[in-house]
């Protein structure tokens, strides 16, 4: 008894790996349109906010790019050269657009401090028309990926991207009625840096969970050393070692380890129930069930062989 291998379906597999793409089309889109509406719009009004929002959108369509093409690979089949497909590339195009927002946000707050010290003329009544058309598609594209912005890393970041960008648009109207009312030009800069403060924390957190994921990590919520205490608690386990757990994707954590049984179990027939009763405790026992473990089920000996190998390099 080698070892053993659990690939059951999990409830969340059709979720993450369902497809978006029309959903993106859409929102890619409408966030194009935003791209070319607020250029024009911050060549006619020389405002920073809508300058900074269209700086903004216009990597939020990148990044729904990105997001598209990884939703297509996404759904190519495995083969024996790619055995998880291309799973991972959800991972590495929220990366990447974590990333993008990074540059967008820093950019964003040293023109913001600039302005303050030297305000530019800003006309607020275009400011606030081309304002409320960015706010108008953006609150169009939320609708459109909010029920899916949780399937994967890569439909929560281009949630994410549109999200952001709504409430820069709803800063840059905020300004635009402030600089309409009171003429203080300032706002338009205020406003800009908001967009920054906005834009960085988020992409922090999502620059931080895809790192996690690419640096095989234990998954968030998962003890591994409360799943070596759990294993050690079934009948005829003596050790567990070489215990490790990862994410492929969103909803696909795996977990390997080496169980050390008594040898009567190789002699009754007793080691495929242990390995049975192993895979059970991992995927049934935590907060993050574990459906696709690798299980290897060896003697003392065995064990004492593989240490002596590691010692020996």
Known sequence: MGAGHNHGATSTDAGTTGDFRTKLWLALSLT?????????????????????????????????????????????????RRTWGFRRIEVIAALAQAALLIGVGAYTAIEGIRRLVEPPEVSGSELFIFGIIGFVANIISIAILSSSRGANFNMRAAFLEVLNDA????????????????????????????????????????LRETTSVLMEFTPRGLDLDEVRAHILEVD???????LHASTVATGLPTLTAHVVVDDECFTDGHAADMLNDVRRCVAEHFDVAIHHSTIQIETRATAAHEAEQLRHG
Do not use: N, Y
């Open 32 to 80: 194009a349109a935003i791209v070319v509406a607020q250029a024009i719009g911050s060549v006619i009004t020389g405002s920073l906010a809508l300058f900074t929002d269209t700086i903004h959108a216009a990597v939020d369509a990148s990044g729904l790019v990105i997001a598209l093409i990884a939703a297509t690979l996404m759904a190519k089949p495995t083969s024996s």
């Open 167 to 206: 409430l820069g648009s709803l800063g840059v109207i905020v300004a635009a009625i402030v600089i309409a009312t009171t003429g203080f030009q300032r706002a338009d800069a205020i406003a800009g840096l908001l967009i920054a403060a906005l834009i960085v924390p988020r992409a922090f957190t999502l």
């Open 236 to 242: 005829h386990v003596h050790d567990v070692h070489d």
